[in-house]
Nanobody, 128 residues
Framework: QAQLVESGGGSVQAGGSLKLSCKAP????????VSWFRQVPGKEREGVASLCTDGTTRYPDSVKGRFTISQDNTKNILYLQMNDLKPGDTAMYYC??????????????????????WGQGTQVTVSS
């Protein structure tokens, strides 16, 4: 099973920024569908950013304009730049990958069962 490793989490004050990284095997970045999710204890995991295989991106309204997903194919790293962070962004953040290349077209870019591989997560805490 492909191993995804997140890093870059931490504690920041509201209005601050963090950039998360997800190191993946070379066969995934640039080929598979990849997304970032987050989860707060006691709540469902939710998608926050998706990079479709056609190069387009998807964001929910809650983070649109503040979060940016990108990738570096040469380093096999997926990024999540998070700006203007709010206390409500506090969560464990996960990167995930799916061998299915049609998730965005099917409206499943945040469909959790469609993702085959997950990282262990990195904690983001935003204080007011």
């Amino acid at each position: 099973q492909a191993q995804l490793v997140e890093s870059g989490g931490g504690s920041v004050q509201a209005g601050g920024s963090l950039k998360l990284s997800c190191k993946a095997p070379g066969s995934i970045i640039g080929t598979w569908s990849v997304s970032w999710f987050r989860q707060v204890p006691g709540k469902e995991r939710e998608g926050v950013a998706s990079l479709c295989t056609d190069g387009t991106t998807r964001y929910p309204d809650s983070v649109k304009g503040r979060f940016t997903i990108s990738q570096d194919n040469t380093k096999n790293i997926l990024y999540l730049q998070m700006n203007d962070l709010k206390p409500g962004d506090t969560a464990m953040y996960y990167c995930a990958a799916s061998w299915s290349r049609g998730l965005c077209a099917a409206g499943k870019e945040f469909h959790i069962p469609s993702f085959n591989h997950w990282g262990q997560g990195t904690q983001v805490t935003v204080s007011s």
